[in-house]
């Protein structure tokens, strides 16, 4: 088990009627908010018309960046750092999914300074000040409500790169999971992988002996996701089912369960290069990668821990020989993705072929290699992503 | 499903080599700096000499409050405020338990009350301000580490009284399972009923329907402390089991696993009356309490909660009547307090007789009534401190 720092410092609102403490917490950071939101959902669902009155109620004003994209460009960060330093902006109020908080948590750090965020991103600059942010949380997927990371996609040079920093938590995030019940099925679907997901990558398959307690815990979440997710895609309005996914989604990356653990996010890694190369849904990506990645890193040494999943989450008979455990384990996993989820199961139904596959496997594991349960190198990346085609 | 806030700033260091970044940590609060410890047991191990060793290489100028009793003292207390005052005192240490971490949060308030700190106790005076406290935890039990609540005894009435306000929390903890190695066997078990104790009161049997995701994590956290409470107790040294428990003490109080539920200390009221009358071991009046009152409160409404505790944690037959079912848990809980923990089972063993029930009983519910699973009048707790002669 490895020493570390367990903080996470953002207050979060849950419920139904919280949204109305939004203009007070605003106020703690100044009169000038800059709203950031995506494609307009939130007009459609009433949101932004509720928020405007909570905000105008204490006598804010309020700027607009609207339209950041599903994998948000550096472009669109630009954008909203220009409207900070033009308009002396105090604080921003994310209003969506993860992406839109992410592009949010950049423009926080672009705000102060003066060239292309991507410098940030990319880390030849560091972060040195970030204006606060407040968040409205619309998905339950990413986790970024709760954590103290972003990804920005770069489309110039077809890259998608992450940035952490302490600095970029949100101050105060408001889950209300009424605000999902017109997430689709398909997103919704995509939203339950990403969150699993983040806990195969950061815990449950980086990890060392030891802290069974961090492990059980993953287990309990992904059963959570396994319960509910079927139940929110054929009831959207199951307030139930919303709630214990959004604070799953919360509880995946929020830091508590990558305690004492060596991080090691492959499936992402691998990810992030199709999403940046034909701009897919994340968690869709995550979905068809991560059933051949468990297949192609399955031998005597992987796999106890990957037959515990299924023991655990799968019903998966704990008495059978630790490889056909895990080959069921695998299947099941795939099962609930494919079918129980209803998601495509195949880059080739996507319209993706293999002609990218190996200047993306080299980019995936930025020059070197991929750590994990089992290391990766490039040609092993490539191997994975041809058993997605 | 309740709306609810989480917010948990505590910053945890933990693991064998952090306490090195002590010395950091104080500093960024001042330089004069009051440390607060129990009867001396960090003096034995080791801990007080290498404590020292940091802060002085800071150039920090240290003063000493030391004594501190299990079930603090509102005398000590104010012994602790006076100093803080009449030295000018910038930042609280407390190297300890639960006992020295309450005492320490109770003068951070007392030190800007020129009055009894028992007013603030009491609620009489509001706080307005504390010192910034640190700690470094010695005992895995209580979950004062990460927590903004403290309780402190009144000697003169034999008043015990919990004290919760979010100034309250520590600021920084040094969570070192290595420190805990030489906490004895009788020690190791009440913290872990303690531990236990917080989920049960707090979260597990007041809940409400909704909030599948957290009835599923206390579940982990209950199976956590009966893999590795016995373990701790056999091998003392053993670090998986000490940091295992030691992480569950914090995360058993920290706020994540009561969200969206009307929390209930029922048995920890009733409890307090025990400690407060008697003097005696916090988690051994909880042991003794616990299986009595679920046998008190045990009918059809409460029987599915009762046995899911036996089912998930306690290899409880699922297909068994839930009465049945019921029953077999509370036998499994018992045995496992005065079996495998060890622990006296019953009040007359600590010579307590029934004289002082009927006026503990009225104290316990303080006027009313104890919310809880089922509510519990002054002739209910009567009842069920005569089941634990």
Known sequence: MKDFVFQNNTKVYFGKNQLQHIGDELKRYGSRVLLIYGGGSIKKIGLYDKLMEYIKAEGLQVFELSGVEPNPRHTTVNKGAD????EQIDVLLAVGGGSTIDCAKAVSAAA???GDCWDLVTGKTPVTMTLPL???L???ATGSEMDTGCVISNMDDRSKLGLIN???GPKVSFLDPTNTFTVNAYQTACGCVDIMSHLFDLSYFSRQPGFDMIDRMCEELFKTIIKYAPVAIQEPDNYDARANLMWASSWALNGFLSTGIVQAPVCHAMEHELSA???ITHGLGLAILTPRWLSYILDDTTAPAISRLGVSCFDVDAKLPPMDAARLSIERLSDFF?????LKSRLSDLGI???NFSIMAKNACGGGELESIRPLRPTDVEAIYRLCL
Do not use: H, S
């Open 83 to 86: 409207i900070c330093k033009k």
């Open 112 to 114: 102060f300074y003066d």
């Open 134 to 136: 407040v968040v409205v």
């Open 138 to 140: 619309t998905l339950a």
């Open 166 to 168: 302490p600095q970029l």
């Open 277 to 279: 190369w034909y701009d």
């Open 338 to 342: 494919f079918k129980t989820l209803g």
């Open 353 to 355: 072929d293999d002609k």
